[in-house]
């Protein structure tokens, strides 16, 4: 009996395998489309659906509760800790810790419930209809679905998120909720949560230390700092609910060691739609002085209510159509290789936009954990050719700057082992410079890294014929290689 239990979860694993191979992505030229609720794949579709605009980026996890199962996970660009490696030994030179892209504090949360029920869509009586897309031609997420909840009231629900190129410290929501059978009485909940983790932590630590929980008025803050690298943050938001032109005024505010919420309620007639939007987003002391963080939140959400969210929405749109421009890859005939170019086209800008040459290019970009969020060699080997065709010789330079700003860490990584005279080990994973990779044979054995970083400074100078890279910054680096 045990061995057919073995074979019948084995065939489980495998049909849920193939659902999650992406074959229930609807073929699309410019979007990624799910129509249909599957709590399989809820967490395989958070990770299809993510956001980012270069500087943060999270999963496409619901706004409203969930009780499902769920991978929670929003990410700012180069904020990091060192997680000590889990190994029951070492050799000379093996690295310390494995740099972890952090999970960051939630801003997106909106906990809504209707005459005292909680929305969740894993515990409704019914989901009648559930459709999400990801725009990719102008950048936006945009999720619907139609449930009746346990307690017999049905909902019908719309929601539209992007996360800001022309602010890109800022995130924004509209969530659109009509009660489609009877009155009733309508909570929402918008919050933010610090009270998060790693679900790769190795030892379990504590990655953020949380100092301050505010508000005034509409708006509301979460200060924080990562533990080691000690990178200050401040997670913020504001929210206005509005019934038709009525405004609501918030009426509560809660704040916990690790949470702050506000309340805002309110009686609901059948048929009546009730708009929440939501801005939110992160400042850091990698831009601000940390004492400023919540001045630079504030000014960062007075850009965002100037201007608005229908206007935002429609500079999001210009602001892809000129990546787009530049970019687009058409191939007739196939549709799905089509989509399939243009998502790779898309996650790539979302993870790097060039403008900012202290931070590079994650393996898995904003989707989740694997990989750390660190800086591998793909970079210099497979990106940095797509980036000087699409973005031009500024965001190449950068790209290649970034190992330059390095040179005195491979230095140190090749003293590890032994080696002197200004000999270079670039790394093959790293966050800082420092190699941080938990494998010895890929830490000590593949050092073909050294000769990707080579290569591409040679391959900028054929591509762009700008010689002056190598006698200002190119040279030393490529010393530094030649010696080791």
């Not at 040179?407 to 093959?428: R, V």
């Not at 400074?457 to 290689?481: A, C, M, Q, W």
Request: proline letters at 2%.
């Amino acid at each position: 009996m045990n061995v057919i239990r073995q074979i019948i979860k084995f065939v489980n694993q495998l049909s849920n395998y193939n659902k999650m191979n992406q074959e229930y992505i609807r073929p699309d030229g410019w979007s990624i489309i799910e129509e249909g609720f599957d709590a399989e794949l809820v967490k395989s579709s958070e990770s299809l659906f993510s956001l980012g605009n270069g500087v943060m980026g999270q999963r496409a996890n619901f706004e409203e509760q969930y009780s499902g199962d769920t991978f929670q996970g929003s990410y700012i660009a180069g904020v990091y800790y060192p997680d000590k490696t889990r190994v029951g030994w070492w050799k000379n030179g093996y690295p310390e810790y494995f740099a972890k892209v952090l999970n960051a504090p939630n801003w997106i949360g909106i906990d809504i419930s209707i005459d005292g029920e909680p929305l969740d869509l894993h515990s409704c009586k019914e989901i009648k209809s559930f459709r999400r897309e990801l725009n990719m031609k102008e950048g936006r997420y945009e999720r619907s679905f139609q449930a009746v909840m346990p307690n017999g009231i049905e909902v019908k629900v719309n929601i539209t998120r992007f996360l800001s190129l022309s602010i890109d410290e800022i995130g924004a929501i509209r969530y659109e909720l009509e009660v489609m059978n009877r009155d009733v009485k309508v909570e929402f909940r918008p919050y933010l949560d610090s009270g998060i983790k790693n679900q790769d932590s190795n030892w379990d630590d504590k990655f953020w230390n949380t100092t301050n929980i505010s508000s005034k008025g509409n708006r509301a803050f979460i200060e924080a700092h990562t533990m080691k690298t000690n990178f200050a943050t401040c997670t913020f938001m504001q929210a206005e609910v509005k019934v038709g032109q009525e405004l609501w005024s918030l009426q509560k505010t809660e704040e916990a060691e690790v949470k702050v919420v506000h309340l805002y309620s309110g009686s609901v007639a059948k048929g009546q739609k009730i708009t929440l939007t939501k801005f939110g987003g992160y400042t850091t002391s990698r831009y601000h002085e940390p004492e400023a963080l919540i001045t630079a939140a504030n000014n960062a959400m007075d850009k965002a209510t100037k201007l608005g969210f229908n206007t935002l929405l429609e500079q999001q749109a210009k602001a892809w159509g000129e990546i787009w421009n530049m970019s687009d890859i058409t191939i007739e005939g196939d549709i799905k290789a089509q989509q399939g170019i243009r998502f790779n086209i898309f996650q790539l800008n979302q993870t790097y936009l060039g403008q900012d040459s202290r931070l590079n290019i994650g393996p898995k970009g904003f989707t989740g954990e694997k990989y750390g969020g660190s800086t591998y060699w793909d970079t210099e080997a497979y990106c940095l050719p797509f980036y000087m065709a699409t973005k031009g010789q500024k965001v190449a330079w950068s790209l290649l700057e970034y190992r330059y700003h390095h040179l005195e860490k491979a230095i140190e990584n090749a003293q590890k082992l032994g080696f002197t005279n200004g000999a270079a080990l670039y790394p093959m994973v790293t966050m800082n410079g420092e190699e941080c990779h938990n494998e010895w044979e890929i830490t000590f054995e593949e050092i073909h890294r050294n000769g990707a970083i080579a290569f591409a400074i040679y391959n900028y100078y054929r591509f762009t014929g700008d010689y002056s890279y190598i006698p200002e910054k190119g040279l030393e680096v490529l010393i530094g290689i030649a010696r080791f």
